[in-house]
C-alpha cells in the first residue's frame, strides 16, 4: 500500500470511530429512554432527552467532518466531548461512582475506540507530512 492510500485509510478510520461512537450512544440512549424506561419517564422528559441525543449527536456527526481535515483535534475533542458527558451527567445525578459502575464497559470500549481513532489519526497526520517532504 502506498503513502498516500495508507493514510486515506488511517483517515477513514479515525473518522469512523468518531462517528460510530455517536451512532451508538445515541441508538442505546434512545432506546433505553424511549422502549425499556417509557413507562417510568414522562413524555415530556423523554422529548426532552432526545433532543439532548441530538445535540449530542449532531456533535459527532459534525467531528467526523471536521475529522476529514483536523483528524486529531477532531479525536480529541471526541474524547473530551465523551468524557464531558459522562462527568456531566455524573453531576446531575449527584452519583460521581456512577463513573466507575455503570456502565462501565462500554465507557471502556468507546474510550478505546475514541483513542484508536486517535491514533489512526496521528499515523494519518505523519503520513500526510512524509507525503509533503517528498512532493513539497
Known sequence: ???KAEMSAELRRA???ILAVGIIMFVVDTVLIQVVQKDQIPEV???RFLVIDLVILA???TL???AKTQPKLACVLALVGYWGLQIGVA???GDFTSLFTQGIVIKILFTAALIKG????NRATML???LEKVFG
Open 64 to 66: 467526523f467532518f471536521v
Open 59 to 61: 456533535y459527532f456527526v
Open 15 to 17: 473518522r469512523g470511530w
Open 1 to 3: 500500500m502506498d503513502t
Open 45 to 47: 422528559w423523554r422529548t
Open 118 to 121: 486517535l491514533k489512526s489519526a
Open 128 to 130: 500526510k507530512s512524509e
Open 91 to 93: 453531576a446531575w445525578v
